[in-house]
């Protein structure tokens, strides 16, 4: 059977075998963007399917302009190599993520490639409307000559609590938002279809599809920005979200009696009494400066700096701890200024950071550095728009 028949062959009711084709060319699809460069014998092996199935699959998903097939190199064995296939590089994702101090804006591709990335620079919080604004602008003109690209969505990282089923912004206290329809606002902006999640969040499903946690069935994920500190977990190879997708609000750990008043209200969370701001402050760095954070406080001599490191490090154990003795991970991945945190009190002689741990919790337990740098919020939030697309390749192109 050809590609073409394979897509325009049903049962009059829709029912099991375009089921079953839909749910192959999600699989095909799955694999080639997590995995990278697979060859069709790969492919055969991986799913399961015989290699006339896998051909017509590939050859559907190449005619819909999701992936392309090219010849493998010869590796010196008798026989023709088997044709690679890989993510077209003409469909992508823009990705959108508001912090207190700017709006960054980045075109993804599949795969996990950012191919572009802006950072619109704001003096303070503005209100959704405002965001909204900004990311349009950012967008158009990120786009603008770029026809070879088919975009198919927006995906948003939002430091607060979303509510998955619709995008909507329930609290981003930082922002000092309160039940804000973002993802509608944008859709209606832009003319493209929106999905909106916590940023941390999105940063652990990207650490988990392309970085420190790929693979790892049982992690923790630690994440510190301008906006404040959120995290997730995976436990059994499952993303954490909890009922409505709020789970994962380790930056309102309690840390310290009687310490600062947060934005939630409370006081002594975590994020109230470790900030990204004073650790840049303390080596002279800017927020646009925030990705040598890590060096400068491993390398700073300043007393000052590393005073301000010996205040927050214990705060952050405390967290890392209570997560540890409550998730029991295999790994804890840490993103962002906690990482450089991390790192800078290491250098200096700080302790394990699970020393206070229980001992069967914390027994090889793997502490690890985010991957992806500052793209990993970038890449989680397109993985919002792909995992759609991956799920229904040819229903969702049609509707993009």
Not at 23 to 41: K, Q, Y
Not at 48 to 54: A, E, Y
Not at 347 to 355: E, I, Q, R, V, Y
Not at 383 to 392: C, G, N, P, Q, R
Request: charged letters at 20%.
């Amino acid at each position: 059977m050809s590609a073409s028949d394979l897509s325009t062959v049903r049962p009059a009711s829709g029912g099991a075998t375009d089921a079953l084709r839909r749910s192959n060319l999600a699989t095909v699809l799955g694999l080639v963007h997590r995995d990278g460069d697979l060859s069709r014998s790969d492919l055969t092996r991986l799913t399961g399917l015989n290699r006339s199935t896998v051909g017509d699959l590939v050859a559907e998903l190449a005619g819909i302009g999701l992936v392309e097939v090219g010849e493998a190199p010869g590796d010196g064995r008798a026989g023709r190599p088997s044709p690679v296939v890989r993510v077209s590089e003409s469909v992508a994702a823009v990705a959108v993520n508001p912090e207190v101090d700017a709006v960054i804006v980045g075109l993804v591709g599949l795969g996990g490639r950012v191919l572009k990335r802006i950072r619109i620079e704001t003096a303070s919080a503005r209100s959704a409307s405002e965001t909204v604004t900004l990311a349009a602008a950012g967008i158009a003109g990120m786009l603008a000559g770029e026809s070879a690209i088919r975009v198919i969505g927006i995906g948003v990282a939002v430091p607060g609590q979303v509510r998955l089923s619709d995008g909507m912004v329930r609290e981003a206290t930082h922002f000092g938002w309160v039940d804000e329809p973002l993802a509608a606002m944008l859709a209606e902006r832009t003319g493209l279809r929106v999905w909106a999640a916590n940023a941390a969040v999105l940063g652990l499903r990207a650490e988990s599809a392309f970085g420190a946690g790929r693979g790892i069935d049982d992690l923790v994920y630690l994440i510190g920005g301008a906006s404040g500190i959120g995290g997730g977990a995976v436990g059994g190879g499952r993303l954490l979200t909890g009922s409505a997708g709020y789970a994962g609000e380790f930056g309102h750990t309690f840390v310290r009696t009687d310490g600062r008043e947060c934005s939630c209200g409370a006081r002594g969370c975590l994020e109230a009494e470790v900030t990204q701001a004073e650790l840049l402050r303390s080596v002279g760095l800017s927020s646009a400066d925030a990705t040598s954070l890590a060096s400068s406080l491993a390398e700073t001599d300043d007393p000052a700096a590393v005073a301000v490191m010996e205040r927050d490090y214990p705060l952050l154990q405390v967290a890392a701890r209570n997560a540890v003795n409550a998730f029991n991970p295999s790994t804890l991945v840490l993103g962002g200024f906690l990482a450089a945190l991390y790192r800078g009190a290491r250098a200096h002689g700080a302790p394990d950071l699970l020393a206070d741990a229980v001992h069967s919790s914390r027994a090889g337990v793997q502490i690890v550095e985010a991957e992806l740098g500052p793209d990993q919020l970038l890449i989680g939030a397109a993985e919002l728009v792909f995992a759609e697309l991956i799920a229904d390749p040819a229903g969702v192109l049609a509707a993009a």
